[in-house]
């Protein structure tokens, strides 16, 4: 499958044990590389739906002068909306949710996430020599109002700290906390790999 890439070395530029599992599950060979300290901040006014695919693209950029010319560079990046994302002039603007800082601003994540509806976008750019590719996939997840004692024993036990929005929907709070998915429930894990084996099929 993908004889496409069989000229490219494949490469993941990502820290993310969930994007690993997902890509290894397209049986694509491909080696992990990443870069430390890469800017991830996004200019102010920018609409929140492009800042993920805009982060993504950064990332690639920064890669892309030490690009062998066979590379061909994943990278990603997921954030999640919360507020009303539909109606940014209301007393409720949407607002950007990566990963918590610490114990405190998970707990405040989570307290945001509980008994609504958010967004989670996660942007992807492709990246060789001679092209690139970008492209964002974006899920709407509902939860169930979250208890004090679920939120604490979520945050105890599985330290989500490096999930954008304090959490990961393949974990405990996603199997007791979630009620509804519109969208690939992939891409709330970090990465639409549905979409990705099909912009890798052609490029």
């Given amino acids: 499958m993908l004889d496409n890439l069989k000229k490219y070395h494949v490469v ?13 599950g397209l049986d ?6 990443v870069l430390p300290d890469i ?4 200019p102010p006014g920018m609409p929140l739906e492009q800042v993920a695919e805009h982060i993504a693209c950064e990332k ?15 990278t990603a990046d997921t954030i999640v909306i919360v507020g009303d994302y539909k109606s940014p002039t209301t007393v409720n603007p949407p607002s950007v ?11 405040r994540m989570l307290h945001m996430l509980s008994d609504h509806t958010h967004r989670v976008v996660t942007g992807v750019c492709l990246t060789a020599k001679d092209r690139e590719r970008r492209f964002s996939a974006t899920t709407d997840v ?19 700290y490096d999930k954008a929005g304090a959490y990961g929907v393949q974990e405990w709070i996603g199997y007791v906390g979630v009620s509804a998915i519109a969208g690939s429930f992939y891409n709330v894990m970090g ?7 099909n912009e890798l099929a052609t490029f």
């Fill in 191 to 197: 990465f639409p790999v549905q979409r990705v084996y």
């Fill in 97 to 107: 949710l990566g990963k918590p800082r610490d114990k405190d601003d998970a707990i």
């Fill in 142 to 160: 509902t939860f169930k109002h979250l208890t004090d004692e679920e939120i604490a024993y979520y945050l105890e036990k599985y330290r989500p």
């Fill in 60 to 74: 690639a950029a920064a890669y892309k002068p030490l690009m062998a010319d066979d590379e061909l560079i994943i």
């Fill in 39 to 42: 800017d991830e901040s996004y």
């Fill in 12 to 24: 993941l530029a990502s820290n993310s044990p969930r994007r690993r599992m997902l890509l290894e």
């Fill in 28 to 33: 694509i060979p491909f080696e992990v590389k």
